[in-house]
């Protein structure tokens, strides 16, 4: 067959030393992994921002009804 006469050095189909490949394969690894943790954290960050912002909402629309009935209460009061 053909790939009998192949060295066994292009067996990776890379020109370039092991060497220099592993320690680029290990660095575009890590690099790759610190950016997906970078991203992750802000992902994690940004839902609990808009959880806290959603309760918040809720909060202030509560009170909102609360101060409106009170409101009404005392226009009836003085009417």
């Known amino acids: 067959m053909l790939d009998e ?3 066994s050095d292009d067996d990776d189909g890379y020109k370039s030393p092991l060497r ?5 394969f ?9 950016k997906c943790q970078e991203a992750k954290y802000k992902v994690k960050m940004l839902q609990n ?5 959603e309760k918040r909402k809720e909060e ?3 009170r909102v009804k609360e101060l ?3 409101l ?4 009836k ?3």
């Open 20 to 24: 220099k490949l592993v320690k680029f």
């Open 72 to 75: 009404q209460q005392d226009r």
């Open 5 to 7: 006469n192949r060295n």
């Open 26 to 34: 290990e660095k575009s690894r890590d690099n790759w992994k610190t």
């Open 60 to 62: 202030l629309n509560k």
């Open 68 to 70: 409106e009935k009170e």
């Open 77 to 79: 009061k003085k009417l």
């Open 49 to 53: 921002k808009v959880r806290y912002l």
